[in-house]
Nanobody, 122 residues
């Protein structure tokens, strides 16, 4: 069992930056692939980025490549999402999730955080 808690969301202006954190409970954090997803009301949950258990492989959606960076610190049981050059269309609730293998399909992830709101004003 893994429990996930996100933090770091907030209101930022167009072009600004935020860093989201997701801290996991449990001793098996380092064995999980971690992913970030986002959801806008009325739309399907959207893949943002994922990172392998070792941090050696990362995956990003085309919409965020070059702007968002996912990383992890297994000693701190934490995964990060550094978001730069934010745009109003990045406004969403951001969720972290854990899975046994990398995937951009949110239905394959077993554990989820409660989400953190990111709002980018124009």
């Amino acid at each position: 069992q893994v429990q996930l808690v996100e933090s770091g969301g907030g209101l930022v202006q167009d072009g600004g930056s935020l860093r989201l954190s997701c801290t996991a409970s449990g001793r098996t954090f380092s064995s999980y692939t971690m992913g970030w997803f986002r959801r806008v009301p009325g739309k399907e949950r959207e893949f943002v980025a994922a990172i392998s258990w070792s941090g050696g492989s990362t995956y990003s959606a085309d919409s965020v490549k070059g702007r968002f960076t996912i990383s992890r610190d297994n000693a701190k049981n934490t995964v990060y999402l550094q978001m730069n050059s934010l745009k109003p269309e990045d406004t969403a609730v951001y969720y972290c999730a854990a899975n046994e293998y990398p995937s951009s399909n949110w239905t394959e992830y077993h554990y989820w955080g409660q989400g953190t709101q990111v709002t980018v004003s124009s």
